[in-house]
C-alpha cells in the first residue's frame, strides 16, 4: 500500500532523495553549458541572497554539515566564483561571492529558468506551489525533531 506510513519502500527519505536526484539530473542538463553543477548554483544563489555571511551560518541556511559545504565549496572557491576571509577572529571563516561568481550566476539564471518553469508546467502550477509549501514545512518540522 503507498501510503502505509510502515512500509519501508515509502520511505520519506528514500523518497525525497529520488525525487532530489531526478531534478537536479534536470538541473544539471540546463546548467551543463556554463559547467556548472545544479548543487553550485543553489550554493552561489544563497550567497547572492545572505551577502557575506559566516561558513556556519551559511551551513545553517542551507540545512547542512559545515564539513559537507566545506567540501562543497572548494570548487567554487578554485573557479574564483566564491572566496573567504576571517575576521580577528580566525576561527571565523566569511564566505562571499565574487563579481565572477556574480556574472556566471546572472548567465546561469535564464539557463535555470527554462528548466524551472519546464518542471511547473509538467507539476502545474497549484501541485508546485503546494509542493514548495510542502517542502518548506516538511523541512521546519524535521529541525526540531
Not at 40 to 61: M, Y
Request: glycine letters at 2%.
Amino acid at each position: 500500500m503507498l501510503d502505509d506510513p510502515n512500509n519501508c519502500a515509502m520511505c520519506t527519505l528514500n523518497q525525497l532523495r529520488k525525487a532530489t536526484r531526478a531534478v537536479a539530473k534536470i538541473n544539471d542538463a540546463a546548467l551543463a553549458p556554463l559547467n556548472l553543477k545544479s548543487t553550485q548554483f543553489s550554493l552561489l544563489v544563497t550567497l547572492q541572497k545572505c551577502g557575506d555571511i559566516p561558513l556556519s551560518e551559511l551551513a545553517n541556511v542551507l540545512v547542512m554539515e559545515r564539513t559537507t559545504l566545506t567540501r562543497n565549496i572548494k570548487p567554487l572557491m578554485a573557479k574564483g566564483l566564491i572566496t573567504s576571509k576571517t575576521e580577528r577572529d580566525k576561527r571565523l571563516r566569511i564566505i562571499c561571492i565574487t563579481q565572477p561568481g556574480k556574472q556566471l550566476l546572472l548567465e546561469a539564471e535564464p539557463l535555470w529558468r527554462v528548466a524551472q518553469l519546464s518542471l511547473v508546467k509538467q507539476l502545474g502550477s497549484e501541485r508546485w506551489s503546494n509542493t514548495m509549501h510542502d517542502l518548506d514545512f516538511l523541512t521546519q518540522q524535521a529541525q526540531y525533531l
